[in-house]
Structure formats: C-alpha cells, structure tokens
C-alpha cells in the first residue's frame, strides 16, 4: 500500500527551509551566547587581576606599618618582600614603597583645620601659596571666599559671589576632591604652576605643619617666605646622604628666618604618629595604588583608599 508523504513535496521544500533557517539561528544565538561569556570571562580576569594588584599593593601599607622600618630604608624592604610574594604566584609580582610615599601627614596643610579656625590667618596662608604657583590675588581671593563658605556652617557669604553659598556644603571637607566643586578652585587650576596640588593638602591632622616633611613651596607659604627661601632647609634637611627619612636627617631651624610666636605654635618640627603610605602593586601588567593614612606606635590603619594607577 502506497503511503501519502508527510508533507507534500511543495511543503517539504518549506519545511527544509524552516529547519535551515532555525538553524541558522540557533547557530547565530550560539555565537553570540559565545561571545558575550568570552567578554564576561575578560572582564571576570580583568577584575580578578585587578583585585589581586589591590591585595599585593596593600602588602605594602602593612609593611609600613611597622615602626621600625624608616623611610629611607622602606624601598629596599619592600623589594625584599615583593621577592618572597612572587614565589608560587606565577606571574610577575610587585608591590613599591619608596622614602617619599611614607611621609608625615602633618607635613601637608590641612584645609579643614585652616579654614574652620582663624579667618586672617587661612586667608594669609593660601594667598602666600597660591602666589607662590602664579595664581592672580583675584583668583586667590575668590577661591579662599568659596573654601570659607563650603565648610563654614552659616548661610552667610563671604565675598561678593553668591554663588559660594549657593554650592556650600556648610561641612568640613570629607574628601580632598570637594575642593574640585567649591567655585574658584576651576580658574586656579587654570592659572596654578603646580605638577601634584593634592600632595600639598589634607584634611587630616592637627592642624599644625610639620617642617620636617613639608614640601619647600609649603613651608614658604606657612612662614610667610619669598619664593626659594626654604630651599637651603630642605636641601640639608635630608642630610648627607640626600635620602629622606633617614637617621642623618635634620630639622635645622638656623637655615630660616626666626620664627614668630604665632607661627611657632602653628609648626612642628617633628613629624607625629600620623602617616600617608602609597603602596603600588602589580600582577602581571596590572598596576593598582593603594594609599593609606596610618599611626604605626601602635599600628592602625585610619582611613584608605584605592586611586587611579594612570597618575601614578
């Protein structure tokens, strides 16, 4: 008995169609799914790497944070232990810690302390580093008006720019980057001749500068010098062998001008148990930063946080 086909043979013809063109699809879809996991997985090693760049660099904050590794000898100490933490990891392994990225935070000027304490005094001690960096009085005074009213907590203006309180916070600064939003600081980036603006501030510490770590533009500003004045300071402040932090370094006051009353107790010349460590760690050709503020007499860690490795 002759059995009709299942389809017609005009309909077998669709029917292969229809199954080649699912096919078809499915292959697509397949592909795609392919392609979407292969990136997923990328992203899923990117992350990994970076995650494992952030432990290595964080090595290097729990290094310093013993007191009995100096500064100048915090480099060679944190090859030592890059060499130990590579075995068994596979891939190229570092973590850096140089004599200039564990310095004394007091030797910043902490912006909160200045501009929430004596008003003629802020207003003298920004205006003496801003000028230092070329910006205009115009601008200094601007900027200085607008620090004043971001962190004060009253409504009142400052200066003749509404805006200053328009945009205040009326709260100390939690983070070095709110300087970015208070009006003024735009048109001192414009003007400044500065490479690191962030490593002249804080708004962490006593309030008082340290002369022993400021930075020479910084202790001119604070002590009301010319520009290059504090130069010969800072040249034997690090001693003989030229490295800071360590035990030939000195703190030698006869290389500046004599200090007013005001302004000596407004300085330390010494460095308190509040430290900034920037510890750089990479796996393979992965780099992450890592920076920390810590106190090491006894050891913790106050406050930390993971910055672009591009500006490193």
Sequence with gaps: ???????????????????????????AAMLGLAAILQRQLGQELASLQNSRAVLVAESGVQMCLNPQIQPGAVEMASRAVST???????????????AEDLRGEEGKI????????????????????????????????????GLLDYVDADAQTTGNNDL???????????RLDEVEKIPGWDQVQKEAKVADWKGKFTIYGSGKLSLKSADEDVIEAWLGLSQGSAARFVQ?????????GTADDQVNLG?????????QARTLTADTDLWRVTSTGQVGPVKSVVVALVSRNPPQIKAR?????AGK
């Design 305 to 309: 946080w993971v910055e672009d490795s």
């Design 236 to 244: 034997y402040r690090v001693g003989v062998d030229g490295i800071y």
């Design 164 to 174: 200053t309180e328009e945009r205040a916070k009326n709260a100390p600064l939690e």
């Design 110 to 145: 902490n912006l909160n302390a200045l501009a929430l304490g004596d008003r003629e005094f802020c207003r003298r001690i920004l205006t003496n580093l801003l000028g230092l960096w070329d910006v205009s009085p115009t601008t200094s005074s601007a900027f200085i008006d």
């Design 255 to 263: 290389l500046l001008p004599p200090l007013s009353q005001e302004v």
């Design 84 to 98: 130990e933490l590579q075995k068994g990891w596979g891939v190229p392994v570092e973590f850096i810690v140089r």
């Design 1 to 27: 008995m002759n059995r009709s086909p299942i389809f017609p043979q005009n309909q077998a013809g669709v029917a292969l169609i229809v199954v080649l063109w699912a096919v078809a699809l499915i292959s």
